[in-house]
């Protein structure tokens, strides 16, 4: 497939997810905060979609050549303090700015223009982040090439199907207790 084939696909595909997602509403953070709030379960239903299509999305990845620059995902930096610092940092940034980046960028889309300067903001935290906050833990903590399959000792087919089918399952039980409430 040559380049302008290409980025014409993704860039339908582009649009096509941003309609999707301003349709839908979607924002990761309220999904998972669902979890905890659970009043509605609208978000965390098309976040557990979400998850199946991605975890069946990576199992295929794997088949395809690396050449086209998909690469195998997994990398675990150590745990401990910085990790729980991180954690309650990005809780309280989401807090902040009312939702994900998926959130932030469906917001702009639907023309909120509030969400532009967390937009803006985005950039130097992740250039922060990329610059500063990487290299010194990389001396501090050591690296490990994580995979789960690895982890659980199972073929990659298998922790795939397990967690499609496993999401799958969560998305018809909040299905079943959503019909419930209503």
Do not use: W
Request: glycine share 12%; net charge positive; with cysteine.
């Amino acid at each position: 497939m040559t380049f302008p084939m290409l980025a014409l696909a993704f860039f339908a595909f582009g649009i096509a997810l941003g309609f999707c997602v301003q349709r839908a509403g979607l924002c990761f953070a309220q999904g998972f905060a669902e979890l905890f709030v659970g009043r509605r379960y609208r978000m965390l239903r098309l976040t557990f979609i979400i998850i199946a299509v991605t975890a069946l999305g990576f199992y295929l990845s794997t088949h395809y050549s690396p050449v086209h620059g998909l690469k195998p995902v997994g990398v675990i930096r150590g745990y401990g303090f910085f990790n729980l610092l991180a954690g309650i940092i990005f809780g309280a940034g989401v807090l902040l700015n009312g939702g994900c980046i998926l959130g932030t960028l469906r917001q702009i889309g639907e023309g909120n223009l509030h969400f532009l300067i967390a937009l803006i903001c985005f950039a130097p935290g992740m250039a922060f982040v990329v610059h500063v906050v990487n290299p010194l833990l990389e001396k501090g903590y050591a690296t490990q090439k994580l995979l789960l399959p690895n982890l659980l000792d199972l073929p990659a087919a298998y922790v795939s199907a397990g967690l499609v089918v496993l999401t799958l399952l969560g998305f018809v039980l909040l299905n079943r207790k959503a019909k419930k409430v209503h």
